[in-house]
C-alpha cells in the first residue's frame, strides 16, 4: 500500500502477528511504521520488539511504543546496531515490493536472525483476479494510490516468485496463508479458471492463485 495520512502506518496487522512463533522473544519489525504491530505484539507476549523505519515521522511515534528503532532506508542498509543473531524473528508487513532489491536486503539481515528463527512476510499478489481481468480483457494495469498496483510498489510477485526469492536468499518457506477480499470474485473468473485448466493448469489451486488477495509467509533459514 502507499501512504494515506496517519492510518497507513498503525495497522496492527493480526493476521501477521498471529504468525510470529510463539516461542519468539525478541522480533524486528522491518517497515514499522508508528509501531502498532509491534506494541501489540508486546502488550499480548511481553516481549521485546526492535523496529526499522524510513518515515521520522512514524519513527519518532513508534519509539513510544517499541524498545528501540532505526530510522533507516531499507534500500541502503547494510548493518544494524543490535547484536548479531539476535531475533527470533523478523516480520516483513507489505514492504519488500516496495523495495528495488529486496533480495539484498534479506541478505543483508541475515545475520540479525537466529539460526533457527523466522521470517513472516506479506506479500501482495499480483496474479489476483483484479489485477489479471483488466489487463486480459481491457489491456490496462491501472496503478492508484494503494492496494495490488499500489504506484510506489518497485516489484510484483506470485507465490512462485515469492518462493524463489526467499529460497534464492538463504530462506525455506514453511507455511502460505492467504487473505481474500471481503466480495465474491465475479463470474468472469470461473470462465477464466475453466479457461486455464482446460490448457493444463490444475483447476482449484488457479482458483486459489486468483483470488489470493495477500499471500501470509512463514519462512525459516534453510540448512
Known sequence: MSPQGDAYFEFDRPELRELVPAAARRVLDVGCGAGALGAALREERGIEVMGL??????????????????????????????????????????VLEHLHDPHRLLRALRPWLSDDGALVCSIPNVAHWSVVLPLLTQDRWPYADSGLLDRTH???????????????????????????????????????????AALGTDEPSTRRRLTAYQYLLLARPAG
Not at 57 to 74: G, K, Q
Not at 177 to 184: G, H, I, K, M, R
Not at 187 to 196: E, P, S
Open 154 to 196: 518497485v516489484h510484483f510477485f506470485t507465490l512462485a516468485e515469492a518462493d524463489l526469492m526467499l529460497r534464492e536468499c538463504g530462506f525455506a518457506v514453511e507455511s502460505a496463508a492467504t487473505t481474500t477480499l471481503p466480495q465474491p470474485p465475479p463470474a468472469a473468473v470461473d470462465h477464466l479458471t475453466r479457461f486455464l
Open 53 to 94: 523505519e524510513l518515515s521520522p515521522d512514524a519513527a519518532a511515534r513508534a519509539r513510544e511504543r517499541l524498545d528501540a528503532v532505526v530510522e533507516a532506508n531499507l534500500d541502503d542498509l547494510v548493518e544494524l546496531p543490535f547484536e548479531r543473531r539476535g531475533f527470533d524473528a523478523m516480520v516483513f508487513g507489505d
